[in-house]
């Protein structure tokens, strides 16, 4: 009933900018808080950041803070990544997810809803 479809991904050089979306369908947006996950080959899902509900409360992974920012319109049921001065560690497959009981905003299990994943690369 949910669906999740992320889009922005693409190649930059060090020190470039990407901006992906993640556009939510099938239910009330608000309702749910969302996570953005990367994945590079042969390494675990890494939690990148999450944005509650409302859009009050905001988290990132010490990585990319200061460099990343997350926002969501609601009206428009989408939530975006901004991504500023990429680095060639960014490159990786990244994923929008969504939840309305989540607890544990790190961990991949706490989130109900997964999009395909758009891929990021970053060259030195």
């Known amino acids: 009933q949910v669906q999740l479809v992320e889009s922005g991904g693409g190649l930059v050089q060090t020190g470039g900018s990407l901006r992906l979306s993640c556009a939510f369908s099938?239910?009330?947006?608000?309702?749910?808080?969302v996570g953005w996950f990367r994945q590079a080959p042969g390494k675990e899902r890494e939690f990148v950041a999450h944005?509650?509900?409302?859009?009050?409360?905001?988290y990132y992974v010490d990585s990319v803070k200061g460099r990343f920012t997350i926002s969501r319109d609601n009206a428009k049921n989408t939530v975006y990544l901004q991504m500023n001065s990429l680095k060639p560690e960014d490159t990786a497959v990244y994923y929008c997810?969504?939840?309305?009981?989540?607890?544990?905003?790190?961990?991949?299990?706490?989130?109900?809803?997964w999009g395909q994943g758009t891929q990021v690369t970053v060259s030195s």
């Open positions: 997810a969504a939840g309305n009981s989540i607890v544990v905003i790190r961990r991949p299990t706490e989130y109900d809803y």
């Open positions: 099938g239910r009330t947006f608000g309702s749910y808080a």
């Open positions: 944005i509650t509900r409302s859009g009050v409360s905001i």
